[in-house]
Nanobody, 114 residues
Framework: QVRLVESGGGLAQAGGSLRLSCQSS????????VGWYRQAPGKQLEFVAS???????NYADSLKSRYTITRGNNTNTATLQKNNLKPGDTAVYYC????????WGQGTQVTVSS
């Protein structure tokens, strides 16, 4: 059974940084693309970033200057480094892994205060 567990969310000040982690189990992590979406209050789910098995990254245009996604195949973990946080980054962040289906984590709340 595939399981994804996010961590690292919380309350941060504008201009600060947070690092989110997504720990996977039950799947050959290094074989599949993984990534992050977010959902702000009252808004639709929004793509944030992804990284392929070959370590190619893709970002939402509005976030690429501040966010960095990495993967640790030895630790089965995907990490999202978020810098220069803005109140607009407030959202629940979900990681996913894409294999024959897409599996999601339960989400981690990020709240950025001005």
């Amino acid at each position: 059974q595939v399981r994804l567990v996010e961590s690292g969310g919380g309350l941060a000040q504008a201009g600060g940084s947070l690092r989110l982690s997504c720990q996977s189990s039950g799947i050959l992590f290094r074989t599949y693309p993984v990534g992050w979406y977010r959902q702000a209050p009252g808004k639709q789910l929004e793509f944030v970033a992804s990284v392929t098995a070959a370590n190619n990254t893709n970002y939402a245009d509005s976030l690429k200057s501040r966010y960095t996604i990495t993967r640790g195949n030895n630790t089965n973990t995907a990490t999202l480094q978020k810098n220069n946080l803005k109140p607009g980054d407030t959202a629940v962040y979900y990681c996913y892994i894409q294999w024959s289906q897409v599996d999601w984590g339960q989400g981690t709340q990020v709240t950025v205060s001005s």
